[in-house]
């Protein structure tokens, strides 16, 4: 990731199946007051946050100021430099019955591949998981930088076929297979067939 890089994540229809619904856009006012409070446990200035998660400060300023649309790899760097999981940028205040619907839900776009994650429910004090809708389609594969320490991922395919697992170690899977490794590690995802989704459980030991 480098500073002058685009951080406009693509349509929000982009890549979804013909006749799937439109996921809902994730509100800026949630992921700035999110990067606000986060910075401020930390202590450390804009400046500093932004040289830590390799992006641009005017990128991080926008953000704060709810007037930028960051993509899964934007959050994802700015999540490990503040050492908190990705969904405490994304959580919205939980209601006591929670029901998310088939393409609604809180979504991220990557920028650099065809994939889609919706935050179903993140982990509450003491229990430390994330529980992720994930959407996907052939053509890059969507890399990811180690997380957090400690980070476990667990994923079952719904749909369609899936190449994932650490980089040095991908495993192919169908529809019905689960799957377990350390998300602490560089690891990717790539679909093998249109419209393949996965939930993915993110464990934070």
């Not at 982009?14 to 700035?32: F, I, M, N």
């Not at 934007?74 to 503040?82: H, I, R, S």
């Not at 890399?143 to 079952?156: F, K, M, N, Q």
């Amino acid at each position: 990731m480098t500073p002058d890089r685009a951080d406009e994540s693509v349509g929000a229809g982009e890549g979804q199946a013909a006749g799937a619904p439109t996921p809902s856009r994730l509100p800026r006012e949630w992921v700035a007051a999110a990067l606000r409070r986060e910075r401020a446990k930390v202590g450390i200035s804009l400046s500093e946050l932004a040289k830590r998660a390799g992006i641009a400060k005017s990128t991080l300023s926008q953000l704060e100021a709810a007037t930028g649309n960051p993509g899964i790899e934007t959050l994802w760097a700015l999540a490990v430099a503040l050492g908190v999981p990705f969904s405490v940028l994304v959580e919205s205040p939980a209601p006591a019955v929670t029901v998310i619907r088939a393409g609604e839900g809180p979504t991220v776009e990557a920028e650099q591949a065809s994939y889609t994650g919706t935050l179903l429910s993140s982990g509450p004090a003491g229990v430390r998981r994330d529980i992720y809708r994930i959407t996907v389609d052939p053509g890059s594969a969507r890399e990811s930088d180690a997380h957090i320490p400690g980070t476990v991922e667990h994923l079952i395919v719904s749909t369609g076929r899936l190449l994932a697992g650490p980089s040095d170690a991908t495993v192919e899977l169908s529809a019905g297979d689960y799957m377990s490794y350390r998300g602490d590690v560089p690891h990717l995802y790539e679909a093998l067939d249109p419209g393949t989704t996965f939930v993915l459980v993110m464990q934070h030991n």
